[in-house]
């Protein structure tokens, strides 16, 4: 791709190099300012969003002065939702002769390098924003062949026919590795000359006076793990937009602060999520079946706690299959290991055979929404508008949720456009306030889809569990198409879902033999995750002191075990005389769970430095 900083200005330039020199330099830094230590607890977080600079002496007289640079609109999240919206801009202003200045914020050393997804991909999107995307090479190689659902138990597989019109049925999608498509969209967002900034974390929101989104910083640079100044210190930069487009994917750092801020959720449901693990296997030529996608549900998993599996054969050139294990984070046993789940799956008698013989060549882990409908917030506010995963447009009971991301970030671009060159608009607000983005989602075929699957999930939660909710599906979506006339709800926030540990039973999980199942670092591993070590953890936690006292004490610590990247541990004190928490922020890959299944709600993820994180190649 051509690098994005020949079309910037000679003054951002620098500032933006000067930022990522810093960056690089960090990891080589061997000198570590004296630790800032609390007298009464051993202090783990040193983050500045929970101790504050200007109460700490130690950043007396260093410059917190920013460089400010201004676009039309700033996007925050180089996914699909991102990029569709900067493309569609610059595609009307070409087709309307406008100028227009867009620019593309992303946290990722390089797009789709922190992009992870099935990904079955519904095309419908994609013919709308490229009607030649065959032409322009677009990398959706491996079309649906073969469709086939089981329910597991210990040792069998029943088949489960997937009728045409069901939401599992894949007919006419497209099985892709999504780091290879974002990669693509965001080649084609250069060629229409969307600036693209990968490598730069967007940290903080800004107002204007009025109260409305002004725009977005960076994160700064050159800050030691204890929270002190390095000599390197650098501000991040401003970035000011008439309007700013928040796609940063499922649990977004700033669009948790816009959802309080904007009570964006005053009128919706929790959201609620599921944890989503992945593996790309290189397997025996002999089972390979390109175009063959294979779902499941039931076991390892009882019957309430949600969740299923994805076995994708890919056609690359290579045979490679792709499979993952979905885990509902509303489950309520604490010992249970959504990593350890999918790793048993792995020695089901109808899914080892596949891999026995095969190389395991990447894993990774997100979360995902799976409120639907009834988690939707208020989509646009004073300044600003919320795309794709961010606020939850994900088909749940059709594990999809690229094409809605796409069509939400195009709907945004119409609107944002319009209201961009709308002669007699006169703005009410200094940011735009651009509420038809809501009217005209809502009108779409994005609303329609997400209304008809409304209540599969929540119906889930009956007596008989997922499997009420498949004979749910098979009556009244299959039948009525979501037409019934009521709207089911769910339990409340995944958080709150958790009982005590000493209300339920542990969960012993067979060793990895090393083969078809793996240790939990060794996944990581495959993961290319790297952080500079030398920074403030960006796990924060808002009382250092509760995961013992709370989370250890009442629930057996389950941050150990939600967390698919082995951040938390609990290890003893050098005295051996109680416990305490140890943040292993360098394993991190992002995938937002720690912040969502926290039983306490007191562990907070902010950004670390930018680029920081996994390394995914088309995951």
């Known amino acids: 791709m051509l690098s994005a900083a020949c079309r910037l200005t000679t003054r951002v330039h620098r500032c933006l190099c000067s930022v990522n020199t810093v960056q690089r330099g960090s990891l ?40 400010a640079d201004e676009a039309d609109v700033v996007i925050i999240g180089g996914g699909p939702a991102g990029l569709s919206a900067a493309i569609h801009l610059k595609q009307l202003a070409d087709k309307h002769g406008k100028e227009i200045r867009v620019c593309v914020v992303e946290k990722s050393a390089q797009l789709g390098g922190h992009i992870l997804s099935g990904a079955c991909l519904d095309p419908k999107a994609l013919n709308e924003l490229f009607p030649d995307w065959r032409d ?123 959802y309080k801020h904007f009570d964006l959720r005053e009128t919706c449901e929790p959201q609620t999520y599921g944890i989503g693990l992945k593996e790309i296997w290189v397997i025996d030529e002999t089972k390979w079946r390109p175009g063959r996608v294979e779902h499941t549900v039931g076991w390892p998993l009882d019957r309430h706690t949600y969740g299923g ?23 309520q046993n604490p010992y249970l290991n959504p990593f350890k789940e999918f790793q048993r799956w792995k020695h089901h008698p109808s899914i080892a055979p596949t891999l026995e013989g095969g190389k395991r060549i990447a894993y990774g882990a997100r979360a995902l929404n799976e409120g639907g409908l009834q988690s939707v917030p208020r989509l646009s506010f004073p ?78 939660h009956g007596p008989l569990g997922v499997y009420g909710g498949m004979i749910y599906t098979g009556i009244f979506y299959w039948i009525f198409r979501g037409f019934e006339p009521w709207t089911l709800k769910h339990k409340g926030a995944d958080f709150s879902q958790l009982k005590p540990a000493k209300d339920c039973t542990p969960i012993e999980y067979p060793k990895p033999d090393g083969n078809i199942s793996f240790d939990l670092l060794s996944s990581v591993a495959l993961s290319g995750t790297n952080h500079a070590d030398d920074q403030p953890a960006h796990l924060t936690l808002l009382d250092d ?36 928490l140890q943040i292993n922020a360098q394993n991190c890959v992002h995938c937002k769970t720690c912040d969502i299944k926290d039983p306490s709600q007191n562990i907070n993820w902010v950004v670390p430095e930018g680029g920081g994180g996994p390394a995914y190649n088309g995951m």
Request: neutral net charge.
């Open 383 to 460: 300044g600003g508008l919320l795309v794709g995963c961010s606020p939850g447009l994900m088909n749940v009971p059709k594990i999809k949720g690229t094409h809605t991301a796409m069509k939400s970030g195009m709907i945004a671009a119409d609107v944002v456009f319009k209201k961009l060159f709308q002669n007699d608009h006169k703005p009410v607000t200094q940011g735009l306030h651009v509420p038809e983005y809501d009217v005209d989602l809502r009108n779409s075929w994005i609303w329609k889809e997400l209304y008809s699957v409304r209540n599969i999930r929540p119906s889930c």
């Open 545 to 580: 002191s509760v995961p013992v006292k709370r989370n250890l004490a009442e629930y057996d610590g389950p941050e150990q075990r939600y967390c698919p990247a082995g951040v938390y541990e609990f290890v003893p004190l050098e005295n051996d005389n109680g416990m305490r």
């Open 136 to 258: 322009r090479g677009a990398p959706l190689n491996t079309p649906v062949k073969e469709d086939v659902f089981g329910i597991l138990t210990e040792k069998y597989r029943i088949p489960v026919p997937l009728l045409p019109g069901l939401p599992m049925n894949n007919h006419g999608n497209y099985i892709v590795r999504l780091g290879h498509m974002v990669r693509w969209l965001g080649e084609q967002a250069e060629e229409l000359g969307v600036e693209l900034y990968p490598g730069y974390a967007a940290s903080e929101l800004l107002f204007h006076d009025d109260g409305s989104i002004k725009g977005i910083s960076t994160n700064d640079v050159g800050i030691h793990k204890d929270g002190s100044p390095k000599d390197t210190f650098e501000r991040g930069m401003e970035l000011h937009a008439k309007v700013t487009i928040f796609g940063e994917g499922c649990h977004g750092h700033l669009a948790k602060q816009l």
């Open 28 to 67: 080589l830094s061997l000198v570590h300012a004296e630790r800032y230590v609390s007298s009464s607890v051993s202090r783990i977080t040193t983050h500045y969003t929970i101790h504050p600079r200007d109460k700490d002496p130690r950043w007396k007289g260093v410059s917190m002065e920013r460089f």
């Open 309 to 331: 599996s994805f076995l994708y054969h890919l056609n690359e050139g290579e045979p490679l299959v792709a499979l993952g294990f979905v885990v509902g984070l509303d489950y």
